[in-house]
């Protein structure tokens, strides 16, 4: 639903949205521990990257990308979890039965919608060459 929304919204009223969506995200993990969920996390923040990135805010395009990065390696180096926050503590996620509907890695996705041309004004910048640099280090 948030990203039906977002795409109706341009600038800070769409990226009003998308951090009252990471706010939820981080209200119900709020220990960090999303398991699961860093990929769905590391999804939110490329959308708050490429909002920045199409308002010029090379500062947020940056910060956002590199949180985004954090979450998909995450998801992708995890293995198995118990969530610890009061809201999900008596849930688990077992890694063996995880079966994702492309099959491609969080980490590879994300280099994928990294080489939207939007981002071609931080493409450069020392910031984003390591959050390249990163991502192609996780293990395929």
Do not use: P
Request: some cysteine; charged content about 30%.
């Amino acid at each position: 639903i948030t990203r039906r929304i977002i795409a109706d919204l341009e600038g800070e009223e769409a990226a009003r949205v998308g951090k009252f969506a990471l706010d939820l995200w981080k209200l119900l993990f709020e220990d960090g521990n999303y398991g699961f969920y860093h990929g769905i996390v590391s999804s939110y923040n490329i959308q708050l990257a490429l909002i920045y990135a199409q308002m010029g805010n090379a500062e947020e395009t940056l910060a956002y990308l590199e949180e985004a990065a954090l979450h998909a390696t995450r998801a992708d180096t995890q293995g198995s979890v118990q969530y610890t926050a009061f809201m999900v503590n008596r849930c688990t996620f077992d890694k063996s039965t995880y079966i994702t509907n492309s099959g491609e890695k969080e980490s590879d996705m994300l280099l994928r919608q990294m080489e939207v041309g939007c981002f071609d004004f931080v493409r450069e910048d020392a910031r984003f060459k390591e959050i390249v640099k990163r991502l192609e280090k996780v293990e395929k």
